[in-house]
């Protein structure tokens, strides 16, 4: 971050770390939708188990409904975007002395759907990761 002044690097730092609950977030959306998808589990069941508790997030609903509606383009925060964005907090985390398992793990499965052509739709595209070929919500 050379030549920022103390203001900018703050920001940016608070950004990284921001955009980590966001991408942590969004990949657990979309694994917890594919494992539903693969059980042969109602996504509305899962919602409805959680609905009201400390677990139920906004958040959650707004990128499940993208993903499940097929409303991926255009893209708010696109996969590739998500991908260059888990690599650059993995790095700020080692470059700290701090492992980021679940930023490793997300930056890998950015890369996995932007490869299986989501790169440019929303970040949530990342469910098609949990599945070779990328079936249909």
Known sequence: MGGEDGATAAATRLKLVANSWVLATTTAAGESLALAKALGVAPEGFFDLIAGGP???????????????????????AVTTAA???RLIVRAGEQ???????ATASAERFERAAGQGHGDEDMAAAYYASFDGGPTA
């Open 55 to 77: 677990l139920d997030m906004g958040y959650l609903h707004a990128k499940a409904g993208l993903i499940l509606d097929g409303r991926l383009s255009p893209a708010q925060f």
């Open 84 to 86: 260059k964005d888990a």
């Open 96 to 102: 700290h002395g701090v492992r980021l398992d679940v």
